[in-house]
């Protein structure tokens, strides 16, 4: 069979200019314990975007040829050094059919599988078959096609978690796909959470979800309302995906004014009550914040997903994974307002709409469709 991919790749060039292109590669045959997939559905992920264009002025994005280009300013490219020059495939996750296989996997020929293990923006994938979940057998490529960065991540916040000694999370934004199925997964669970949204109509969405915590940072009551969420729950744990702005220094502050609530005398250096802050996105690119009216009892840090799984064990990713199976039409349930082609995805009207990173905007790609 003819194993030619049409891959997107993207290099960084010394000159400062990002290059974003489709480029045909020729795949070897597939060996042991690895199989071929059809690609049919990858979502765009705000991590994918970060790949693709990285820190480029979008301002001055260009159609060159077959390709897009972009500027990288100046003062961007020192941390950019270490890719230059390497065209890099993008797409973290995907799903599709499986079209060949090494010897010892025949029986996944025909099969259709969801994947993780990055260059699935491509008509095929030659992939390991330990980085795939088989997908029942009615079950879409689009259902398939998000079963990793979302569902995994949401899981991780939870046994993050409990493997802290916190009890309930506050989430920033909530109305993204990964935050409603962190509404569902808090709720059959039993564990408190707190939704911070950015309008009326998501705070309105969540609460048709059955969230019962929604703070909208759009009133002029959000942070008494956040203050109030946080008391009711709990909650000592913060997850923000936005990294810039004043977000988790919002959320910490108003964890400490609830935890002085409970002080019975006057300490200058704060309540002892742990607060932890992850910013786990990068939603706003500029500085995070931090106004120091949290005592000293608090920290925060960057989570990722791909070193989370590494500190769990791995009977606790593999019931993760078995969980999202088992839910993934309901759950874990992605939904999309639009889907593309590789070729459609440089075209520049649509990666203005795709890089705008709305919540609740989900683009999906389709390799296979004309």
């Not at 799903?95 to 296989?101: N, W």
């Not at 109305?175 to 408190?192: E, F, P």
């Not at 990722?304 to 309901?330: G, Y």
Request: glycine residues 8%.
């Amino acid at each position: 069979m003819n194993r030619d991919s049409l891959e997107m790749r993207s290099t960084v060039r010394a000159d400062g200019t990002l290059r974003l292109e489709l480029a045909t590669v020729h795949l070897p045959e597939p060996g042991p314990g690895e199989v071929l997939v059809q690609v049919e559905a990858a979502p765009i992920n705000p991590s994918d975007l970060g790949l693709m264009f990285g820190p480029a002025d979008m301002d001055s994005l260009r159609v060159e040829g077959q390709a897009l280009t972009a500027r990288i300013p100046d003062r961007a490219m020192p941390a950019l050094k270490a890719r230059i020059d390497q065209p890099l495939p993008i797409g973290n996750e995907g799903a599709g059919t499986v079209v060949a296989a090494g010897p010892d996997r025949q029986d996944l020929i025909g099969k259709r599988v969801a994947m993780l293990g990055g260059a699935m923006y491509a008509s095929l994938r030659l992939i390991a078959v330990k980085d795939c979940m088989v997908l029942p057998d009615s079950a879409s490529s689009e259902q398939g096609a998000a079963l990793f960065v979302n569902p995994l991540t949401a899981l991780g916040f939870v046994e993050t978690m409990r493997a802290e000694g916190h009890k309930a999370i506050v989430h920033a934004p909530a109305a993204s796909n990964l935050g409603q199925m962190l509404v569902r997964i808090c709720m059959a669970d039993g564990i408190g959470l707190v939704n911070i949204v950015r309008s009326k109509e998501q705070a309105a969405m969540l609460r048709d979800l059955g969230a019962v915590h929604v703070a909208d940072s759009s009133t002029d009551s959000f942070r008494d309302d956040l203050t109030e969420a946080i008391a009711a729950t709990g909650a000592t744990l913060c997850f923000d995906a936005i990294g810039g702005g004043e977000t988790t220094s919002i959320v910490l502050n108003a964890m400490e004014a609830v935890a002085m609530r409970s002080m019975t005398s006057y300490d200058r250096y704060g309540s002892a009550v742990m607060k932890q802050g992850y910013i786990y996105g990068a939603l706003d690119t500029g500085p995070s914040i931090l106004r120091r009216g949290f005592g000293f009892s608090w920290s925060v840090g960057g989570w990722l997903l791909f070193h989370a799984l590494q500190r769990l064990d791995p009977a606790t990713v593999d019931r993760m994974r078995q969980r999202v199976l088992a839910e993934m039409t309901t759950t874990f349930a992605s939904h999309y307002t639009a889907r593309i082609t590789l070729e459609q995805a440089l075209q520049p009207d649509t990666v203005a709409a795709y890089v705008r990173k709305s919540t609740g905007a989900k683009f999906l790609l389709t390799p296979q469709k004309p």
